[in-house]
């Protein structure tokens, strides 16, 4: 069974919910990714930020992305996996909220994080295929 470890990519890491979009802006460059997820001050889940949410969202809107919080910005319910969960799970949870991105989780604690590429790099053409339809399927 390949679980959601097996494909994840490992080195994610989490942006306190207080620190300010250009931390997180700075934190995405030097990690080279595009989200970064959200940790309130227990170290739980509490949402996830992407490189776009803080130019569409803050800078596009004309708010300066130092004074707003990676909390602030926060919406909805953040989804994650297990880390040993079956990648038929992985991808009924990416499919099913149409997210590009998904945390793994391990004890509690992120231990990884699961992108397109990850999949792209793990999962056989009709799988990434039905991924693609259902996760940019219009409504």
């Known amino acids: 069974m390949t679980?959601?470890?097996d494909i994840m990519h490992t080195g994610a890491r989490w942006i306190p919910a207080?620190?300010?979009?250009?931390?997180?802006?700075?934190?995405?460059?030097d990690l080279n990714v595009g989200a970064l997820p959200i940790a309130d001050e227990n170290e739980?889940?509490?949402?996830?930020i992407t490189d776009r949410d803080i130019v569409v969202d803050c800078v596009a809107m004309g708010h300066d992305p130092a004074?707003?919080?990676c909390g602030e910005m926060?919406?909805?319910?953040p989804r994650w996996i297990e880390a040993d969960s079956?990648?038929?799970q992985v991808l009924d949870e990416m499919t099913g909220?149409?997210?590009k991105r998904l945390p793994v989780?391990?004890?509690k604690r992120l231990v990884g994080m699961i992108s397109e590429a990850d999949l792209a790099r793990h999962l056989d053409d009709e799988q990434i295929k039905a991924f693609c339809e259902k996760v940019y399927a219009r409504s």
Request: proline fraction near 0%; charged fraction near 25%.
């Open 86 to 88: 079956d990648v038929s």
């Open 105 to 107: 989780i391990e004890n």
């Open 3 to 5: 679980t959601a470890k």
């Open 97 to 99: 909220h149409q997210i």
């Open 18 to 29: 207080h620190e300010t979009l250009d931390r997180a802006a700075q934190l995405m460059r």
């Open 44 to 48: 739980r889940l509490c949402g996830i």
């Open 74 to 77: 926060a919406q909805g319910t």
């Open 67 to 69: 004074k707003v919080t």
